[in-house]
């Protein structure tokens, strides 16, 4: 936003093609004080058969502090997507090792399960309006991977509220949740 503003100082609203500016930033002061992370809230609703074990999540909502949001359409995908993927390593991805020769054995997505829409029936994203001055100039944060964090702890705890077997490595599985429910 700096380099923008200085630019548009030097140039005007309507710069020549090839007119150029260079600025570096400044660093925060405020780092040491003050918190500059993205925040989030998952919860999960889960399902477990009683007879088979089988786990199923039709809904998985997220609330989220991300400074921000420039994009809301980018912003809400994203966090929609890490939702996914938190669903995916919760209930499905777990490498195996060959530990004779120290390979992954299930290397690609035909042995190697992972989430898809169709695993899931609601997958909803929001955010707080957040304004954090003290983060940066434009007051936005990093989304990334944010919507993965809690995911999984949701859908694992979520799976012990209905069945009273606490999993503590994942994924959570029906043999996991079957050998003392």
């Known amino acids: 936003m700096e380099t923008a503003r200085r630019f548009r100082e030097k140039y005007g609203p309507d710069p020549e093609p090839g007119d150029g500016f260079t600025a570096a930033m400044r660093p925060n002061p405020d780092t040491e004080r003050f918190s500059m ?73 035909a042995e190697y399960h992972i989430s898809a829409c169709a695993d899931v029936d609601s997958v909803e994203a929001t955010w707080i309006d957040e304004r954090d001055p003290a983060v940066n100039p434009m007051g936005t944060k990093g989304i990334g991977e944010i919507g993965i964090v809690g995911t999984a702890a949701a859908i694992a705890n979520a799976a012990y509220h209905a069945t009273g077997v606490r999993v503590r490595e994942l994924p959570v599985t029906a043999d996991k949740l079957l050998t003392d429910f």
């Open 37 to 109: 992370h993205a925040f989030g809230a998952q919860f999960a609703e889960v399902r477990v058969d009683v007879d088979t074990g089988e786990v199923r999540v039709p809904r998985l909502f997220g609330v989220f502090a991300v400074g921000r949001v420039v994009n809301p359409r980018t912003a809400r995908s994203q966090l929609v997507g890490g939702m996914t993927m938190g669903l995916s390593m919760a209930l499905h991805e777990q490498s195996v090792l060959d530990e004779r020769f120290g390979f992954v054995v299930n290397h690609d997505l």
